[in-house]
């Protein structure tokens, strides 16, 4: 059974610019989460989609966007990159239907460094 | 707001010798606690998880028990290896079904042989 893909695995952008960046779930997950994971800051929720519709959001600003598609790979969108964005981003899929099994299997990451 | 605390680290060791990570969290309710383990330039893997007070969860010789009443979920395992260096969080579930994780900032473990 493959893993959460995400692609790509490394990115390099200038300030100002904007990025999108792509998870593939594992097959039969609905629900995929991002986390934007820091030195300083550590691992911090950004957002979660179930089903083509966001239910949770991090207190991150309003450049960071996200979108699921009806198979349930997802994306990410930072406009307006600052020298803060740098991170690893990581996806996380599950099954998203509740009861016991909530765990979260994550991808290996997206590193993205704004230049 | 809901939070979770680990141990400070490194925590180095030698080989063979018995491994305590501690962990707490404050939470309303009973969240589900999990232990992820991060591998260098890899993402996370999740390594045991416990939904309920009491329970025990294990996997690959690491244990860790869900402690409501001093608020803990204390990662043990009783001889290391080298191959178990890796940076580990404690993470919950913020609310069940949310599937949103408030996580440690991480603890890493460094093995020697």
């Known amino acids: 059974k493959a893993g959460v893909t995400q692609t790509p695995r490394y990115l390099i952008k200038t300030r100002g610019q904007q990025v999108t960046l792509s998870c593939s779930p594992i097959?039969?997950?609905?629900?995929v989460s991002w986390y934007q994971q820091t030195p300083g800051q550590g691992l911090q929720f950004l957002f979660e989609y179930f089903s083509e519709t966001q239910r949770n959001k991090g207190n991150f600003p309003g450049r960071f966007s996200g979108r699921q598609f009806s198979n349930s790979r997802s994306e990410m969108n930072v406009s307006t990159l600052e020298l803060g964005d740098s991170a690893l981003y990581l996806c996380?899929?599950?099954?998203?239907?509740?009861?016991?099994?909530?765990?979260?299997?994550f991808g290996q990451g997206t590193r993205l460094t704004v230049v | 707001g809901n939070s979770v605390t680990q141990m400070e680290g490194p925590v180095t060791l030698s080989e063979e010798a018995f491994l305590t990570i501690n962990c707490t969290y404050t939470a309303t309710g009973y969240p589900s606690l999990f232990w992820y383990v991060q591998y260098p330039g890899e993402g996370l893997q999740l390594l045991l998880k416990a939904t309920k007070a009491d329970d025990k969860g294990s996997n690959k010789g690491f244990e860790a028990t869900y402690r409501k009443e001093t608020t803990s979920f204390h990662l043990e395992k009783g001889s290391v290896q080298v191959s178990d260096s890796a940076v580990y969080f404690c993470?919950?579930?913020?609310?069940?079904?949310?599937?949103?994780?408030?996580f440690g900032t991480g603890t890493r473990l460094k093995v020697l042989a």
């Open positions: 097959s039969g997950h609905r629900s």
């Open positions: 996380a899929s599950s099954l998203g239907g509740g009861g016991m099994n909530t765990e979260a299997f």
């Open positions: 993470a919950l579930e913020e609310a069940s079904g949310t599937y949103k994780y408030i």
